[in-house]
């Protein structure tokens, strides 16, 4: 059997909508979810696909910025490529351009369903195997008032769902903490709370709210100031309160490490769109795991179930998940996969089929398919 190659490969741009606005920290309200789909096919018939979503406020790339750089310097690259030699590829498409981190992961996913669905093994089993027997789903509240909040968590919490986060910098943060205090008394002390300023809140805000959070038991308090901000996450840090979390400010591993050194964080939160897809975010928890950091892997609000299915993947087979997964499929009014991803009782199911192990969807693509 001779190995396959990559003859036929295509970006896609795609709006999904989301099954309910999204308020983020910073006051930004989001209807729907912009990605880049990545289709790769072979000359012995197989399909990859991966994906990635834009998050300008993230990576700084927008999604007409990635389909130029997909189009005009990744995909190149791979015409004719060998499938199997995926790392030799990776370390090319890194050298071709700096940064460009959701970019080059939209190209590492497929490769990555690539080479599974050729050795017919599901992605976890490319990655070692499993780490775990069930992830630790995090449910998202992000409403546009606390009582739909609290109700939702109720609801969610009896269907199995254990972690909760709540966007914060949103509201006075007087509120906010009123908010974090009703939601611990209705869920109880087993429940784990977190919560996510997406940078939008001021030093003074982030130390008051540190402290209140810490006696509602907050696990960790994510992102409170700008990304760049790391005198003030430091100051936040010996507030005396919640651990603090980097996202917006974990842009690579070498942010990671100087961060953890400066003693501004306790964890972080990894996405594959930060760190350039499965390989970098693998290397990027093993290393945070080392320097001793609690890790929370997420989705971008509403990536599809392929995007999603990465992350599962990744869920299954870091060395540590403490502040456990993010998955954001659930958020989608409509998906781009036969089989959308689901939480169930709290967890989701290691994927058993080959690659990714979602079925994608062509008409669905084709559906939702935008200008970029
Ligand atoms: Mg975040």
Wanted: with cysteine; charged share 20%; proline share 6%.
């Amino acid at each position: 059997m001779t190995a396959p190659l990559i003859i036929r490969a295509e970006a896609i741009p795609v709006s999904l909508p989301l099954a309910r606005p999204v308020l983020m920290g910073g006051g930004q309200r989001f209807t729907h979810s912009e990605s880049l789909v990545v289709r790769l096919e072979t000359d012995s018939g197989l399909v990859g696909w991966g994906e990635a979503s834009a998050a300008p406020t993230m990576t700084g790339e927008t999604l007409p910025g990635m389909k130029l750089v997909v189009d005009r310097v990744l995909l190149p690259m791979l015409d004719h490529a060998p499938v199997l030699e995926r790392a030799t590829m990776e370390r090319r498409l890194q050298r071709a351009i700096p940064g460009n981190s959701a970019a080059k992961c939209a190209v590492n996913v497929a490769l990555y369903d690539l080479l599974g669905r050729h050795y017919r093994v599901p992605v976890h089993a490319l990655l070692g195997g499993l780490a775990r027997t069930r992830l630790p789903v995090m449910h998202l509240l992000a409403n546009a008032t606390v009582e739909e909040d609290l109700d939702e968590a109720v609801r969610k919490q009896a269907e199995g769902i254990r972690l909760f986060k709540v966007k914060a910098g949103v509201k006075p943060v007087a509120d906010e903490i009123a908010m974090l205090s009703a939601l611990r008394e209705r869920l109880g002390p087993e429940a784990m709370l977190c919560a996510d300023a997406n940078t939008g809140m001021g030093l003074d805000d982030a130390c008051d709210y540190a402290r209140a959070a810490a006696g509602a038991g907050l696990l960790f308090f994510e992102q409170p100031l700008p990304d760049h901000d790391l005198d003030g996450m430091i100051k936040v840090a010996q507030a005396g309160g919640a651990p603090t979390c980097a996202d917006e400010s974990a842009h690579d591993i070498d942010h990671i490490i100087a961060w953890h050194r400066a003693g501004a964080i306790a964890g972080v939160n990894l996405k594959t769109i930060k760190l350039g897809g499965i390989a970098g975010l693998m290397r990027a928890a093993i290393v945070s795991g080392q320097l001793g950091l609690k890790i929370n892997l997420a989705c971008k609000a509403g990536e599809s179930s392929l995007g999603t299915a990465a992350l599962v993947h990744l869920g299954y087979t870091v060395p540590n998940l403490d502040w456990g997964i993010t998955p954001s499929s659930q958020y989608l009014a409509e998906d781009i996969v036969r089989a959308p991803i689901r939480p169930v009782d709290g967890t989701i199911p290691a994927p058993t089929g080959n690659g990714l192990g979602v079925e994608v969807d062509e008409g669905a693509v084709d559906r939702f398919r935008t200008a970029a």
